[in-house]
């Protein structure tokens, strides 16, 4: 059995502003490890319930974020940017590099919904995100791509509002809250030691659910996007098949969320450079 753990910042233990995450702050660093001990608790469940093999791929801003010194020494992590499916990259692989199942460790909710430091790719920038006139966070999103390729979720952790979101889209999954959401910047925390032994024992028992199933086609896909300026809504049609359909909001049909995801993030990638310091 081999598990897939995508692995993001936000949604960690003790993690509830933005100096928490973004590289080379020193609350970045202080919050490093106890990201790294959320994601190593789910490496540690994972091989408790019976995997032979967990690859962590990372998922944060500059994909550089855990301490590989720290992680189970049974372990791989793929760190680094620049990834064909970014958050989920190695889903798409079969033979002997097939996975079984995938964990969507340290998670959050979407752009425009209540949560911790909520967002979807772009920190700011974009306000909403649909697929096909569902609001859409970056767990639904890639839960629409590992489909494709008969990998279920099996395991999310983030906070309490993450855990309520991804009852839509992994309703089978174990679910992992540590912390309860105030504010997008206040948490109520668990301590690293608690969310710690949670998040392993809940892996262990999502260990039984990474069965492989028959791929899902659920294209076609249209996806929707709100930016905070309409300059956004502009640079964005650069991307063929692109198109603005009111001030701040543009759109984009995809036949399969492979293809919707590539889109999406060259949409993402467009748009961030078409930000200007203090005006966005």
């Given at each position: 059995?081999?598990?897939?753990i995508?692995?993001?910042?936000?949604g960690?233990?003790?993690v509830?502003?933005?100096?928490?995450?973004l590289?080379?702050?020193?609350?970045?660093?202080?919050c490093?490890?106890?990201?790294?001990?959320?994601?190593?608790?789910?490496?540690?469940?994972?091989?408790?319930?019976?995997?032979?093999?967990?690859?962590?791929?990372?998922?944060?801003w500059?994909?550089?974020?855990?301490?590989?010194?720290?992680?189970?020494?049974?372990?791989?992590?793929?760190?680094?940017?620049?990834?064909?499916?970014?958050?989920?990259?190695?889903?798409?692989?079969?033979?002997?590099?097939?996975?079984?199942?995938?964990?969507?460790?340290?998670?959050?909710?979407?752009?425009g919904?209540?949560?911790?430091?909520a967002?979807?790719?772009?920190?700011?920038?974009?306000?909403?995100?649909?697929?096909?006139?569902?609001?859409?966070?970056?767990?639904?999103?890639?839960?629409?791509?590992?489909?494709?390729?008969?990998?279920?979720?099996?395991?999310?952790?983030?906070?309490?509002?993450?855990?309520?979101?991804?009852?839509?889209?992994?309703p089978?999954?174990?679910?992992?809250?540590?912390?309860?959401?105030?504010?997008?910047?206040?948490?109520?925390?668990?301590?690293?030691?608690?969310?710690?032994?949670?998040?392993?024992?809940?892996?262990?028992?999502?260990?039984?659910?990474?069965?492989?199933?028959?791929?899902?086609?659920?294209?076609?896909?249209?996806?929707?996007?709100?930016?905070?300026?309409?300059?956004?809504?502009?640079?964005?049609?650069?991307?063929?098949?692109?198109?603005?359909?009111?001030?701040?909001?543009?759109?984009?049909?995809?036949?399969?969320?492979?293809?919707?995801?590539?889109?999406f993030?060259?949409?993402?990638?467009?748009?961030?450079?078409?930000?200007?310091?203090?005006?966005?």
């Open positions: 059995m081999k598990i897939l995508s692995a993001d910042m936000e960690a233990t003790g509830t502003w933005p100096a928490d995450v590289p080379g702050t020193p609350q970045w660093e202080r490093r490890a106890m990201f790294t001990s959320d994601v190593n608790a789910a490496v540690l469940g994972f091989f408790d319930g019976g995997a032979d093999e967990v690859l962590i791929n990372e998922a944060h500059s994909m550089r974020n855990l301490l590989l010194e720290q992680l189970d020494e049974r372990a791989e992590m793929l760190t680094g940017r620049h990834k064909s499916l970014s958050m989920v990259e190695g889903v798409q692989h079969g033979g002997d590099q097939a996975v079984d199942g995938i964990a969507f460790i340290g998670y959050h909710t979407g752009a919904a209540e949560g911790v430091l967002h979807t790719y772009l920190a700011n920038s974009i306000t909403g995100v649909w697929v096909n006139g569902e609001r859409a966070s970056e767990g639904l999103l890639n839960s629409h791509v590992v489909a494709e390729f008969g990998v279920p979720v099996v395991l999310v952790t983030g906070d309490d509002l993450t855990c309520e979101d991804a009852l839509g889209y992994a089978g999954a174990l679910k992992v809250a540590v912390k309860d959401h105030v504010s997008r910047y206040a948490a109520v925390c668990r301590t690293p030691t608690r969310t710690a032994a949670d998040i392993r024992a809940a892996a262990k028992e999502a260990a039984g659910l990474a069965v492989r199933h028959e791929p899902v086609r659920g294209g076609p896909f249209t996806v929707q996007l709100e930016f905070d300026a309409e300059h956004l809504a502009m640079a964005a049609t650069v991307v063929p098949g692109v198109e603005r359909y009111a001030e701040r909001k543009v759109s984009y049909t995809s036949e399969t969320m492979y293809e919707g995801i590539r889109t993030k060259a949409v993402t990638t467009i748009v961030s450079a078409a930000v200007e310091e203090q005006y966005g």
